[in-house]
T-cell receptor
Framework: AQKITQTQPGMFVQEKEAVTLDCTYD???????LFWYKQPSSGEMIFLIY??????QNATEGRYSLNFQKARKSANLVISASQLGDSAMYFC?????????????FGRGTSLIVHP | DSGVTQTPKHLITATGQRVTLRCSPR?????VYWYQQSLDQGLQFLIQ???????AKGNILERFSAQQFPDLHSELNLSSLELGDSALYFC?????????????FGPGTRLTVL
């Protein structure tokens, strides 16, 4: 069965500093995808970044990068130069084809607060 | 803006009632997914449709049903509503059911059952 774990319920960071949000996963499928989403207080879920299990390089999208360590089954999100608008819930998700369908399983989320 | 639209944004109703939530996927996307987000259960997958056909089923109650129409919009029907059904309901869409397909979420419908 697929499992996603986000062990940090809450994180605080100073504006302009970098922050790492942890995510570990478990699956028996060698081919899978890892996703990060942001949910601000307004409620919408915003796609941030994707990493495929066979991708050789870590994914990057602007200030977001995914620190993918396959052997450790971790897919941490790194946000560089934090901004006040980064304050939100962040969800890690993994999709594999266990059971015949490619449906993401989401972690419980990490609440990030950026201080001025 | 993800390109996925959901209506209504808010819905307040009473126990025992029936409601319909509507979703229009991004242009070109064939897959639609429904999720329920509550404080105690987190984000739970309910059901997926691909090009009009049910593709995968998650933790969807028998009181809930969904369909995807020929124009690819989807509706989630919730009946015999209970207090515990109060939640944020998301629709998401992706190009297909293939590996690597990213799901883009709509703004959600916040359902309150009184």
């Amino acid at each position: 069965a697929q499992k996603i774990t986000q062990t940090q319920p809450g994180m605080f960071v100073q504006e302009k500093e970098a922050v790492t949000l942890d995510c570990t996963y478990d699956t028996s499928d060698p081919s899978y995808g890892l996703f990060w989403y942001k949910q601000p207080s307004s409620g919408e879920m915003i796609f941030l970044i994707y990493q495929g299990s066979y991708d050789q390089q870590n994914a990057t999208e602007g200030r977001y990068s995914l620190n993918f360590q396959k052997a450790r089954k971790s897919a941490n999100l790194v946000i560089s130069a934090s901004q006040l608008g980064d304050s939100a819930m962040y969800f890690c998700a993994m999709a594999a084809t266990e059971g015949g369908s490619y449906i993401p399983t989401f972690g419980r989320g990490t609440s990030l607060i950026v201080h001025p | 803006d993800s390109g996925v639209t959901q209506t209504p944004k808010h819905l307040i109703t009473a126990t025992g009632q029936r409601v319909t939530l509507r979703c229009s996927p991004r242009s070109g996307d064939l897959s639609v997914y429904w999720y329920q987000q509550s404080l105690d259960q987190g984000l739970q997958f309910l059901i997926q449709y691909y090009n009009g056909e049910e593709r995968a089923k998650g933790n969807i109650l028998e009181r809930f049903s969904a369909q995807q129409f020929p124009d690819l919009h989807s509706e989630l029907n919730l009946s015999s509503l209970e207090l515990g059904d109060s939640a944020l309901y998301f629709c998401a869409s992706s190009a297909g059911p293939a590996k690597g397909d990213t799901q883009y979420f709509g703004p959600g419908t916040r359902l309150t059952v009184l």
